[in-house]
């Protein structure tokens, strides 16, 4: 059964997986900048109303599942997230290691709808780190 959400005049199921990478493909997130930068990500959707489903930081890059309400665009919530997460970022992580402005996000993102399949997107967010040491070990053998 579906997780229908209300607004006034709404019912309303409206699942993202999205996929955000660093400027330059960079493996900054890590250690305790991984973890801050999970923080930032969960307040700043808290306060857009917008729910965090499933989140996994890779060092190079973060996958996550949100519900994004109707009466805001996906590429209204990401382009909010990337843009506020990277002042963020900048002025409680880095501080003055400000190598590039105030960009941490490259321009682009990856989005697709959920639909009917979110647990096989979930599960498959959960386990980056697994799917990543297989294809590594595949590789190198």
Not at 11 to 31: A, D, N, S
Not at 70 to 84: E, H, Q, R, V
Not at 85 to 107: E, M, P
Request: hydrophobic residues 35%.
């Amino acid at each position: 059964m579906h997780d229908w959400q209300n607004l006034s005049h709404v019912r309303w199921e409206c699942k993202y997986h999205v996929i955000v990478v660093p400027k330059y493909r960079k493996r900054v997130l890590y250690g305790k900048i991984r973890r801050r930068v999970g923080e930032i990500l969960k307040d700043l959707c808290r306060q857009r109303g917008i729910e965090m489903i499933e989140g996994h930081l890779m060092p190079d890059h973060i996958h996550m599942c949100l519900s994004v309400p109707p009466k805001f665009s996906i590429a209204f919530a990401i382009g909010f997230l990337k843009g506020k997460s990277a002042v963020r970022i900048h002025r409680q992580i880095l501080r003055n290691k400000r190598v590039t402005g105030l960009h941490f996000w490259s321009r682009g993102y990856c989005v697709s709808t959920v639909g009917l399949d979110e647990a096989t997107i979930r599960k498959y967010i959960r386990d980056q780190d697994k799917l990543e040491k297989q294809q590594m070990e595949i590789d190198f053998t």
